[in-house]
């Protein structure tokens, strides 16, 4: 037999065998679905009888539970659910069992009585101190229904405050904590002017509002500053959030600019935070803590890394081209994956 025939005929054969199996597998993956998302909505109680609404999105198996804790600026859990800029999806998407909460006098928790009365009627609502009951109701609710020991956190600007504070006071209940755009003592006059006391400059002005009527455009001013003219959010995301912030209060359909209700007492404790006057110790926190921010967020606290000295696996990422808003910006990207891989860490 001619060997020298027969084998570029066998070769061709095999790679004609080895072009049909790899199309066959290339179809089977491509016809494979991903798994579906659930979402869950419901309410718990909280201290003083509110309702805290909470959202709750994962695939079947689902490992770690994370909590996101939202931002004054943004006062929806659904901040964290913009369609097409989910961060919950990104890690529900990955395995991880994603919750979301709002604090009491936020998107569908219970407002207090305060807030359906004249806002210069009562002194600010809705501090850390209420919010930190509401988060703390939150992670037993979690660990109750979930049957885990504990909870990662990641919480962004006030919710950050929240969150740090949380995990000093009950470090047995967290896991990972992540700290975006947190804030916790510095001096930033730009941001205190315009609450300050008349008679006594430096402090809080005791006449201010129970709650803010705030529209999108006025409460979205710094985040344009931050950018600078750069085009670091598209239209279609700046769209989306408008739809976000201005669904967070179901009055708000009721005014001709669409101004939802917001409280003030985080701007109460953004204004201490401001004038170097912390609400707590960050030393006391010990949870694995990822520091996150953009190179353009003027709000983000920039040396909280040496403050955390009671915690041992630390880690700082700046986000180039980003600002307080960075989860809507087309950085956000790495935003997301530094967040997942420390997440992972062991």
Sequence with gaps: MNFKKVLPVLTVISIGLASILSSCQSNTSS???????????????????????????????????????????????????VPGYSWM?????????????????FG???????????????????????????????????KKTQKVE??????????AVVAGEYAAQ????????????????????????????????????????AYQLIDFDKGMHHWHMM?????????????KVRTTFIESDETSKTRENQAIRRPMGPLQDLFSIWTNHPLYDVSKITAPTLVVYGDADFFAEKNL?????????????V???????????????????ATEQFLQTK
């Design 150 to 159: 504990k909870v990662s956190i990641v919480g962004w600007s006030w919710g």
């Design 31 to 81: 016809t494979q679905k991903k798994e579906p998302i659930s979402l869950e909505e419901t309410k718990i109680p909280t201290d003083g009888g509110a309702q805290i609404y909470l959202r709750h999105k994962k695939q079947t198996k689902a490992k770690e539970a994370v909590l996101f804790l939202e931002p004054f600026s943004v006062p929806t859990a659904k901040a964290f659910d």
């Design 319 to 337: 986000v180039p081209e980003a600002t307080h808003w960075a989860l809507y910006e087309k950085n956000r990207d790495q935003l997301l994956k």
């Design 108 to 142: 569908g928790s219970t407002r207090p009585e305060e807030m359906n009365q004249p806002p210069n009627q009562n002194k600010p609502v809705v501090t850390h101190t209420e919010a930190l009951k509401d988060l703390a109701a939150t992670v037993d609710h979690i």
């Design 170 to 209: 009950k470090p047995e209940n967290v896991n990972k904590l992540v700290l975006y755009g947190f804030m916790h003592g510095f001096s930033l006059p730009s941001m205190t002017k315009p609450f300050e006391s008349p008679e006594k400059p430096g402090e809080f002005n005791p006449k201010s509002p």
């Design 89 to 105: 999806d990104d890690l529900a998407s990955k395995g991880y069992d994603t919750w979301a909460m709002d604090f009491r006098g």
């Design 227 to 239: 950018m600078n003219g750069k085009a670091l959010a598209s239209d279609d995301a700046m769209k």
């Design 305 to 317: 890394l040496q403050k955390l000295t009671g915690v041992k696996d630390k880690k700082e990422v």
